[in-house]
């Protein structure tokens, strides 16, 4: 059975920063390309940042590009998110994704449905 357990949300002023962790079990990790997702309320999902298996490639939407950084622990099963200079527009509830369509050192999965694995979620607030 696959988990992902997301922490490290919270409540932080504009400008500050959060390092959100993902930790997964039941797969093998390292085979695996991960993602985060957000949702505000009374919005989509949307993409924020995905990371190829070996963590050797990485993409970011372009409202966090600059801001945040997607790494990854492959020792600890664990993917991370920085979130620097944090705006209350990134206010939303951050998913951690596994098992994505496909992920290559040029492009990789951005539509949730692309994704196999989910985690319960973790809220970050942004106050102005």
Same mark, same amino acid.
């Given at each position: 059975q696959?988990?992902? !357990?997301?922490?490290?949300?919270?409540l932080? $002023?504009?400008?500050?920063? %959060?390092? %959100?962790?993902?930790?997964?079990?039941? %797969?093998?990790?390292?085979?695996?390309?991960?993602? /985060?997702?957000r $949702?505000?309320?009374?919005?989509?999902?949307?993409? !924020?940042?995905?990371?190829? /298996?070996?963590?050797?490639?990485?993409?970011?939407?372009?409202? !966090?590009?600059?801001?945040?950084?997607?790494?990854?622990?492959?020792a600890?099963? +664990?993917?991370?998110? $920085?979130?620097?200079? %944090?705006k209350?527009?990134?206010?939303?509830?951050?998913?951690?994704?596994?098992?994505?369509?496909?992920?290559?050192?040029?492009?990789?999965?951005?539509?949730?449905?692309?994704?196999?694995? /989910?985690? $319960?979620? +973790?809220?970050? +607030?942004?106050?102005?």
């Amino acid at each position: 059975q696959v988990k992902l !357990v997301e922490s490290g949300g919270g409540l932080v $002023q504009a400008g500050g920063s %959060l390092r %959100l962790s993902c930790a997964a079990s039941g %797969l093998t990790f390292s085979d695996h390309a991960m993602g /985060w997702f957000r $949702q505000a309320p009374g919005k989509e999902p949307e993409f !924020v940042a995905a990371i190829t /298996w070996s963590g050797g490639s990485t993409f970011y939407s372009d409202s !966090v590009k600059g801001r945040f950084s997607i790494s990854r622990d492959n020792a600890k099963n +664990t993917v991370y998110l $920085q979130m620097n200079s %944090l705006k209350p527009e990134d206010t939303a509830v951050y998913y951690c994704a596994g098992g994505a369509g496909y992920c290559s050192a040029y492009a990789c999965s951005q539509e949730p449905d692309e994704y196999d694995y /989910w985690g $319960q979620g +973790t809220q970050v +607030t942004v106050s102005s």
